[in-house]
């Protein structure tokens, strides 16, 4: 029974020729997208892209995108887990049962057997979870709408989500009317699919039956052609870049790209054609859903920044200049500075912590932080415009190397009255990198010393570079001041290879972050090491006696750099947890899942003028749960923990402790030696 052929040769020609007038749209929209793709700086070429395709597709077709955000309180990735798996079987018919078979006029061969059966048994029970997993996401759009798509009840999500829930409705009715026909799946040997033969009743005996099924045909098809067509041209276009978006990500989220003093290209974005062509790619493959909007510490506490908002501008705005652009003509809609749809405003750029939250919820792998610390880039190499709180910041690090223009002889005061010895190529093992918080910073130098004594206590061989270290350039590099950060970490690279430096340990997650992951990027090979994962080591190995200490109730709160951007969560709970006796207790965002102190990406150094401010944000949290102690793992989230309990006033109760300080009192008292190298 097919439609096509039944009409003649002039069936055959409106087939193919719809057929291909959809496929040419989609074709020259595509070539339309490629070409402004291209116009991105080159992306660095992946490694073993085959697997890492073969791997893109595993996860379409397992939808590990979708498990990565389903839990108790948003049940949303069910419903388009319903779709897209759904949306995978009838891709499959499509092209056997109707491209080749009615296409090609061979429906009796390709429909009279029990394969043909089995498939429509697997559609029609496919087809009710697509209606649903439609009808859910309209009703959650449009009737009992999440605060994240609240701004996304556009005529655009309507239309995707009508052509989802009818097209599995005009595939059941051609199937329930080749039933009623008597055709295929009929009198095939097995029972007709449910649904269909259901729905068959309503034709069995009308002699208008071929007409029905004539409509259903069309129908089903013109509706799988107009989606086609539109592919390119609404939020559907995700479907396809994700998937590369996903086979062509870096191996490293979130890496920046050094700077190429020969091409100034390099030196930030300040036009869409400055991105790199994955970070083009990123645009394409937003599906807007808002995750990323609800996980921001920034936009949460009434910030400007919006990063589904961010990818949506550079999108809009490579749209609109990119045919410009393409023609070697100017832009017409610039990527900073104006307020309107398309441009990026610059207190968006300089709201983020870049503390990774969007990056670690987004589906599909969209990197939205090295876009903005791009945006910076541009604004403080190119146009030195930038808060001006960050003029003193700048050139305290450019001279002096820290950020408060403290002379560099004072980096080792803390160790005033303790036998800590310089590194020496050779005879220490570990240098131990304090940072500059850790060596300037008066609360921070305690737990400097607590670190210091649990070495000591360890038996671990381990020196200081003094007043000759110098900072490593984590807020420079996250603030766009990459010139310096470059400049920095040559001296730095140079000054540890000098001394024969090769296994680190941090004080700070930010110090590790940078020497660990960034100065990989100039040729690095460094074995560094976080203290917390360092004490748990020394602790697994019993190589540290520990009384057990009662703290009350400890609220652990998680450093976004230890955490998001190298994936250290146990350790520092672990550590706790041997003082302590039980793990500590969890705030409601914790883990990869946690809340920002707010004092990431050079925010530390600004000051915080809109909205709420981000620790009181998280010290709440954390108060709600009736703390005696919140254990902390990082310098800034210790300043920000601080001044947040301060100012709600519970610093008579609440204590702020870094793990290192935890394990520090919990030593024996045969294990408190001095320093040594």
Request: net charge positive.
């Amino acid at each position: 029974m097919n439609p096509v052929s039944g009409l003649g040769w002039a069936g055959f020609a409106l087939f193919w020729g719809i057929t291909a007038l959809a496929a040419g749209v989609f074709l020259l929209r595509g070539y339309q997208l490629l070409m402004f793709l291209s116009l991105g700086r080159d992306s660095p070429r992946p490694s073993e892209l085959i697997r890492k395709a073969l791997a893109a597709i595993g996860h379409l077709i397992v939808q590990t995108c979708q498990f990565k955000n389903l839990r108790r309180q948003d049940r949303a990735p069910t419903g388009h887990l319903f779709m897209v798996w759904g949306f995978l079987l009838f891709v499959t018919y499509y092209f056997f049962f109707i491209i080749i078979a009615s296409g090609f006029g061979i429906s009796e061969v390709m429909e009279g057997n029990r394969v043909y059966a089995v498939y429509c048994w697997i559609t029609d029970i496919a087809a009710p979870f697509v209606v649903i997993g439609a009808g859910w996401g309209l009703i959650r759009r449009y009737l009992f709408t999440p605060t994240r798509i609240k701004e996304q009840r556009t005529w655009e999500a309507a239309l995707i989500l009508v052509t989802v829930l009818l097209h599995p409705i005009t595939h059941v009715g051609k199937i329930a009317t080749q039933i009623a026909a008597g055709s295929p799946p009929a009198g095939l040997g097995i029972p007709n699919p449910p649904l269909s033969n259901a729905i068959a009743q309503l034709y069995t005996g009308s002699s208008s039956v071929a007409g029905w099924h004539t409509f259903w045909f069309w129908a089903h098809w013109g509706f799988v052609l107009f989606v086609l067509v539109i592919i390119g041209y609404t939020r559907y276009l995700h479907v396809p870049a994700s998937i590369i978006n996903d086979a062509v990500r870096p191996p490293k989220k979130g890496a920046l790209s050094p700077i190429d003093l020969k091409d100034k290209t390099t030196f930030g974005a300040g036009r869409v054609d400055r991105f790199t062509q994955k970070q083009l790619l990123d645009a394409y493959a937003c599906v807007v859903c808002g995750y990323c909007q609800d996980a921001c510490p920034a936009h949460f506490t009434g910030k400007p920044l919006n990063p589904r908002v961010i990818i949506r501008d550079i999108k809009a705005n490579l749209l609109k200049n990119g045919p410009l652009i393409y023609h070697k003509h100017e832009p017409v809609l610039p990527l900073i500075g104006e307020t309107k749809p398309g441009s990026v405003h610059p207190d968006e750029l300089w709201a983020c912590t870049t503390c990774w939250a969007c990056m670690e919820v987004c589906p599909v792998y969209i990197e939205h932080v090295p876009k903005i610390i791009d945006m910076r880039r541009h604004l403080v190499q190119m146009e030195s415009n930038f808060p001006e709180e960050l003029l003193g910041f700048f050139e305290n690090m450019e001279q002096r190397s820290n950020p408060w223009g403290i002379a560099p002889g004072d980096r080792a005061k803390w160790a005033t009255g303790l036998n800590v010895r310089p590194f020496e190529a050779g005879k220490t093992e570990y240098l131990f990198y304090v940072g500059c918080f850790g060596s300037f910073d008066t609360r921070s130098r305690q737990v400097t010393l607590a670190i210091a004594r649990i070495l000591d206590a360890a038996g671990v061989s381990w020196g200081i570079l003094g007043r000759d270290e110098k900072c490593c350039g984590d807020s420079v590099r996250r603030l766009g001041n990459e010139y310096v950060f470059d400049v920095m970490a040559r001296e730095n690279l140079k000054l540890f290879q000098e001394r024969g430096v090769t296994r680190i340990i941090t004080e700070c997650p930010h110090c590790f972050t940078t020497l660990k992951n960034d100065y990989a990027q100039y040729g690095a090979r460094l074995e560094v090491s976080h203290h917390t994962e360092f004490i748990d080591r020394l602790i697994a190995e019993g190589r540290l006696k520990l009384n057990r200490t009662d703290l009350g109730r400890v609220v652990f709160h998680d450093s976004c750099y230890l955490g998001r951007h190298n994936d250290i969560y146990q350790p520092p709970r672990r550590t706790v947890a041997a003082v302590t006796g039980s793990p500590p207790i969890e705030m409601p965002r914790h883990g990869n899942r946690g809340f920002c102190c707010g004092a990431g990406g050079g925010r530390m150094w600004m000051e915080e003028k809109l909205g709420t401010r981000i620790n009181h944000e998280r010290v709440s949290e954390a108060l709600k749960l009736d703390p005696q102690a919140i254990a902390v793992c990082c310098p800034y989230c210790m300043t920000m923990f601080e001044d947040g309990v301060k100012d709600r006033g519970a610093d008579k109760k609440v204590q702020v402790l870094e793990v290192a300080e935890i394990v520090a009192r919990a030593l024996t008292s045969g294990q408190h030696g001095e320093a040594h190298g």
